[in-house]
């Protein structure tokens, strides 16, 4: 699975952090930093939105700060993947498969609307998908399997337990459509 951008901006910066940690640690063993060292100025200081105001006057403190920060930024934003894409993939399981048709269909669910008139709703892709099979001709004649939100994976659901579909004995008969011409 191929990462992108945002994933590998999250690693570099959960890393990153976890390096600053991990030398300030370094550095204090090995004695170039001591925690006893305080500046007569900051050494590390800090504001967010005018809220939250930090200042360490102690230079391995700041080390150990900034490197937290980059790692508590990277776990902040490291929310699950909003599902752009939905690949979903299986395998059918039919001597020919030619005459098996895979549909994926949506439920309807209402939508409240508000006095006012107004419509608004959060909808989740998977909530009401399903995958449907139809085989005529084949032992099942029809399959179907209600997706679960917990089935998507990075964006990728694996259908496994697809049945096989065994052909029946004599003629299928199979509606015209615009992918099967009518005979002549």
């Known amino acids: 699975m191929p990462l992108n951008t945002f994933d590998v901006i999250l690693i570099l910066c959960g890393l990153t952090g976890v390096v600053m940690v991990v030398g300030s640690i370094f550095l204090l063993y090995q004695g170039v930093i001591k925690l006893s060292e305080r500046s007569a100025g900051t050494a590390l200081e800090a504001e967010f939105k005018n809220q939250l105001k930090v200042n360490v006057r102690n230079p391995a403190l700041g080390l150990f700060a900034i490197g937290f920060s980059f790692f508590v930024l ?6 699950p993947h909003e599902v752009g894409t939905l690949v979903i993939s299986g395998q059918i399981k039919a001597a020919d498969p030619t005459g098996v048709f895979v549909k994926l269909k949506s439920e309807e669910w209402p939508i409240q609307i508000s006095s006012e008139g107004r419509i608004f709703a959060t909808i989740e892709p998977l909530e009401k ?10 032992r099942p004649p029809m399959w179907y399997h209600q997706l679960l939100p917990e089935e998507a994976k990075y964006g990728r659901i694996e259908i496994k337990n697809i049945p096989e579909f ?5 003629v299928v008969l199979v509606k015209p459509g615009l992918d099967s011409p009518i005979p002549r």
């Open 166 to 170: 065994v052909p029946t004995s004599g």
């Open 129 to 138: 998908l399903a995958i449907r099979i139809d085989a005529p001709g084949h």
């Open 74 to 79: 990277a776990l902040y934003f490291a929310k």
